[in-house]
């Protein structure tokens, strides 16, 4: 069984970086065809993609984050890290991990974490 699990401050200062990790087990991250995503849910508001990072190391992120977000990982941990700088309590939300799978034209989140929230507040 696959099992994604974040973890990080629950509290973030404006204008600091938020720095979340998410440890995977039952999976490697370097196995083709998976995408190891990261996802956010504000209040009020649907999930929002942030970006992810590739079975090779390879990133891509949301436009209108792009700027402030850097996600990297750590193969020997089986883990990838969320970077998001100068936050706003405009970050607030609940953030998750996911793995997207893109095979034989299946394409689909199959796999999450159970999410946890972030709070940007001084």
């Known amino acids: 069984q696959v099992r994604l699990q974040e973890s990080g401050p629950g509290l973030v200062i404006p204008s600091q970086t938020l720095s979340l990790t998410c440890n995977v087990s039952g999976a490697s991250i370097t196995t083709n065809h998976y995408f190891w995503s990261w996802i956010r849910q504000s209040p009020g508001k649907g999930l929002e993609w942030i970006g992810y990072?590739?079975?090779?190391?390879?990133?891509y992120y949301s436009p209108s984050l792009k700027s402030r977000t850097s996600i990297s990982r750590d193969t020997s941990k089986n883990r990838f890290t969320l970077q998001l700088s100068s936050v706003t309590p405009g970050d607030t939300a609940v953030y998750f991990c996911?793995?997207?799978?893109?095979?034989?034209?299946?394409?689909?989140?199959?796999?999450w974490g159970q999410g946890t929230q972030v709070t940007v507040s001084a």
């Open positions: 990072i590739t079975a090779i190391g390879t990133t």
């Open positions: 996911a793995r997207y799978a893109a095979i034989h034209y299946v394409y689909l989140y199959d796999f």
